[in-house]
């Protein structure tokens, strides 16, 4: 069993900061890409980061330069930095990671979902 706990969400003004933790915990044997999604109001879950376990990182257009994903291995946590935000950036952010698990009786190949963090850019 594995879980995904999310972070930081809230309110904040146009051109702040806020910053988005999620830490895995569970039967994991080796985590593999992390990244971070979001979905507003009305509109499909689209990617925003990416992360491999070698640090290799991508990047939405939308959000380049502007937001920064890093992760912790020893840990099992990832984070999105995001600066400079625009009312447009509103939507609840998911946290993903493609993970191999193995406990007692079994072991697998998935990927898992955080529930959500709501991130609301307004004034």
């Known amino acids: 069993q594995v879980q995904l706990v999310e972070s930081g969400g809230g309110l904040v003004q146009p051109g702040g900061s806020l910053r988005l933790s999620c830490a895995a915990s569970?039967?994991?044997?080796?985590?593999?890409?992390m990244g971070w999604y979001r979905q507003a109001p009305g509109k499909q879950r689209e990617l925003v980061a990416a992360?491999?376990?070698?640090?290799?990182?991508n990047y939405a257009d939308s959000v380049k330069g502007r937001f920064t994903i890093s992760r912790d291995n020893a840990k099992n946590t990832v984070s999105l930095q995001m600066s400079s935000l625009k009312p447009e950036d509103t939507a609840v952010y998911y946290c993903?990671?493609?993970?191999?698990?193995?406990?007692?009786?079994?072991?697998?190949?998935?990927?898992?979902w955080g529930q959500g963090t709501p991130v609301t850019v307004s004034s």
């Open positions: 993903n990671a493609e993970i191999d698990w193995a406990d007692a009786t079994a072991w697998g190949h998935d990927y898992y």
């Open positions: 569970g039967s994991i044997f080796s985590i593999n890409a």
């Open positions: 992360i491999t376990s070698g640090g290799i990182t």
